[in-house]
């Protein structure tokens, strides 16, 4: 498809213009704001992402819309239109340039199945589902400006109306199907069940683990089917260690929400917590995990995925975080008393998407 040109351009070989950037505010008035490439903060960015933090939406979700919006804008500087005069062509070639853009960084555009896991690899393009998200915080950015008279007439992200799909696998299919409206631009994304780690490649992977953090880290994954955001914020006044409870902020609600973890966890957590006597503040709201080496910091999000990295590259695997969540799931429906923690630990599940991590779907 090289040379391909559509609206216009050449959409195959557009190279994005590296300008612009997030700054992220902290404190009481904490937000995310985009600074042009001169520098300045685009007003009308902040304003919507202001207007989705007053709607509830977490720091998290306004980074990741961010990330969205300094992508879009980065088209629209490379290609010279300004943000308020786009029309249905630019998105459309926005789309199609995130079709074949190669992601920054990533030198491979092969997808990989690793032989192991069995799993794909992420490859060097933007997958369906980034792609689809995308077009969802441009289209309903765009939605926003022109509901308080600013932007283009017309949102160049446009809807249809197509049938209900998964949504109504219950519906009574004696009355007909009403119409749901989705982004004209949106891509199939193909359906893959949960994918679990077996117990004996869990046993090798847990292995790999070089220090009780890890261990304790891994084992309050593996027994909750907590987020990873969820699990890497507790802090130590929510440690029931009696009852053998850890509460999480839910993501979303922002709720506190006690989950079960196995006794495994628990003693692998106490002999963690004995390697940092002395070395950092124990008090009610500090963080239950730290970093390895001093100066002791919290652990993040970063750091945490660098241990399942460390152990995926001594075993040749390409397990993620996410992947223990489903293990849990897996596990805890194949209890019959776990069949009561599912919707526990894996709150935000419906009783369809439940359904997915039986034995007999496993199967």
Same mark, same amino acid.
């Given at each position: 498809?090289?040379?391909?040109?559509?609206?216009?351009?050449?959409?195959?070989?557009?190279?994005?213009?590296?300008? @612009?950037?997030?700054?992220?505010?902290?404190?009481?008035?904490?937000? +995310?704001?985009?600074? $042009?490439? $001169?520098?300045?903060?685009?007003?009308?960015?902040?304003?919507?992402? /202001?207007?989705?933090?007053?709607?509830?939406? /977490?720091?998290?979700?306004?980074?990741?819309?961010?990330?969205?919006?300094?992508?879009?804008?980065?088209?629209?500087?490379?290609?010279?239109?300004?943000?308020?005069?786009?029309?249905?062509?630019?998105?459309?070639?926005?789309?199609?340039?995130?079709?074949?853009?190669?992601?920054?960084?990533?030198?491979?555009?092969?997808?990989?199945?690793?032989?192991?896991?069995?799993?794909? @690899?992420?490859?060097?393009?933007?997958?369906?589902?980034?792609?689809?998200?995308?077009?969802?915080?441009?289209?309903?950015?765009?939605?926003?400006?022109?509901?308080? @008279?600013?932007?283009?007439?017309?949102?160049?992200?446009? +809807?249809?109306?197509?049938?209900?799909?998964?949504? =109504?696998?219950?519906?009574?299919?004696?009355?007909?199907?009403?119409?749901?409206?989705?982004?004209? !631009?949106?891509?199939?994304?193909?359906?893959?069940?949960?994918? %679990?780690?077996? $117990?004996?490649?869990?046993?090798?992977?847990?292995?790999? =683990?070089?220090?009780?953090?890890?261990?304790?880290?891994?084992?309050?994954?593996? %027994?909750?089917?907590?987020?990873?955001?969820?699990?890497?914020?507790?802090?130590?006044?929510?440690? $029931? +260690?009696?009852?053998?409870?850890?509460?999480?902020?839910?993501?979303?609600?922002?709720?506190?929400?006690? =989950?079960?973890?196995?006794?495994?966890?628990?003693?692998?957590?106490?002999? !963690?917590?004995?390697?940092?006597?002395?070395?950092?503040?124990?008090?009610? /709201?500090?963080?239950?995990?730290?970093?390895?080496?001093?100066? !002791?910091?919290?652990?993040?999000?970063?750091?945490?995925?660098?241990?399942?990295?460390?152990?995926?590259?001594?075993?040749?695997?390409?397990?993620?975080?996410?992947?223990?969540?489903?293990?849990?799931?897996?596990?805890?429906?194949?209890?019959?008393?776990?069949?009561?923690?599912?919707?526990?630990?894996?709150?935000?599940? /419906?009783?369809?998407?439940?359904?997915?991590? %039986?034995?007999?779907?496993?199967?």
């Amino acid at each position: 498809m090289s040379g391909m040109v559509l609206g216009g351009r050449d959409v195959a070989g557009l190279k994005l213009a590296r300008i @612009g950037r997030l700054l992220e505010d902290v404190g009481p008035a904490a937000g +995310i704001r985009l600074i $042009d490439g $001169d520098g300045c903060e685009v007003g009308v960015v902040s304003d919507f992402l /202001s207007e989705m933090r007053a709607r509830g939406n /977490s720091i998290a979700s306004l980074r990741s819309y961010g990330m969205d919006l300094l992508r879009w804008f980065r088209f629209l500087w490379t290609v010279d239109v300004a943000w308020d005069r786009t029309t249905r062509v630019e998105a459309r070639d926005f789309v199609l340039w995130m079709q074949r853009a190669r992601k920054p960084g990533r030198g491979d555009d092969r997808v990989v199945v690793n032989p192991i896991t069995g799993k794909r @690899g992420t490859g060097a393009g933007y997958a369906p589902a980034t792609i689809n998200h995308a077009e969802t915080v441009v289209r309903c950015f765009y939605d926003y400006v022109g509901s308080v @008279g600013a932007g283009p007439v017309v949102n160049p992200f446009p +809807i249809v109306s197509v049938e209900g799909g998964r949504r =109504l696998a219950h519906h009574n299919p004696m009355q007909p199907a009403p119409m749901e409206r989705t982004g004209l !631009y949106r891509l199939k994304q193909p359906q893959r069940s949960p994918r %679990s780690i077996p $117990d004996g490649l869990f046993e090798q992977l847990f292995a790999r =683990l070089s220090c009780d953090r890890d261990r304790a880290l891994v084992a309050m994954f593996v %027994s909750t089917a907590a987020r990873a955001a969820e699990l890497l914020g507790l802090v130590r006044a929510r440690l $029931d +260690i009696g009852n053998q409870l850890v509460g999480v902020v839910r993501k979303g609600t922002g709720a506190v929400q006690m =989950l079960p973890a196995s006794s495994d966890a628990f003693v692998w957590l106490r002999l !963690y917590q004995r390697s940092l006597r002395g070395k950092v503040p124990t008090g009610p /709201s500090d963080p239950v995990w730290w970093t390895v080496r001093p100066p !002791y910091r919290p652990l993040n999000y970063h750091a945490a995925r660098a241990v399942l990295l460390r152990a995926n590259v001594a075993l040749g695997t390409n397990w993620s975080w996410h992947d223990l969540r489903h293990t849990a799931a897996y596990r805890m429906a194949a209890d019959v008393n776990g069949l009561f923690d599912l919707p526990v630990g894996g709150r935000q599940l /419906s009783p369809l998407t439940a359904a997915e991590f %039986s034995p007999t779907a496993a199967r």
